[in-house]
């Protein structure tokens, strides 16, 4: 079932609402086609109420699986419709992978645009707790919500 969560968070002295929206690409058509309309209108919704102001699109590093391109289709087709809302990238899972996060980007960014997939930032991360950047990739993903630009 397609699901949407909101959380309210304080970043920096600011109020944000931020929105956990499941996937939509994995499921059979039927379903993946009502979970698509359930998306637009909450999203417009969303848009109408207190404003979309940028979306993030989290995906699992270090491969980059088939789907990805559909899930991130259907996910433009739908809030690419309503405005023109920066989206960014967040990439996780990337803990030991390569020298730094930031490489799967530099790595990556070209082939994502070949297949379609384009972002206005990124932000390379982990969430493990004991990794050593996980201070690093919570102050990253603060500012990007916060407006600040990111790499």
């Not at 929206?21 to 499921?27: D, H, K, N």
């Not at 990805?68 to 419709?81: A, E, M, N, Q």
């Amino acid at each position: 079932m397609f699901k949407h969560n909101p959380y309210e968070v304080n970043l920096r002295g600011r109020d944000f609402r931020l929105w956990d929206v499941s996937s939509i690409a994995l499921r059979f058509f039927f379903r993946r086609f009502f979970s698509k309309r359930r998306l637009k209108k909450s999203y417009k919704k969303l848009h109408r109420g207190s404003g979309v102001h940028l979306l993030l699109y989290c995906m699992r590093g270090p491969s980059i699986p088939n789907a990805l391109p559909r899930d991130y289709k259907y996910f433009t087709s739908i809030v690419g419709s309503t405005s023109a809302v920066p989206t960014a990238a967040v990439v996780n899972g990337l803990e030991g992978s390569l020298n730094t996060m930031d490489d799967w980007w530099t790595n990556n960014n070209q082939g994502l645009g070949r297949v379609g997939m384009h972002f206005s930032q990124h932000a390379c991360i982990t969430s493990l707790s004991d990794d050593p950047s996980t201070s690093r990739s919570r102050d990253v993903i603060h500012s990007l919500i916060c407006g600040g630009q990111t790499q």
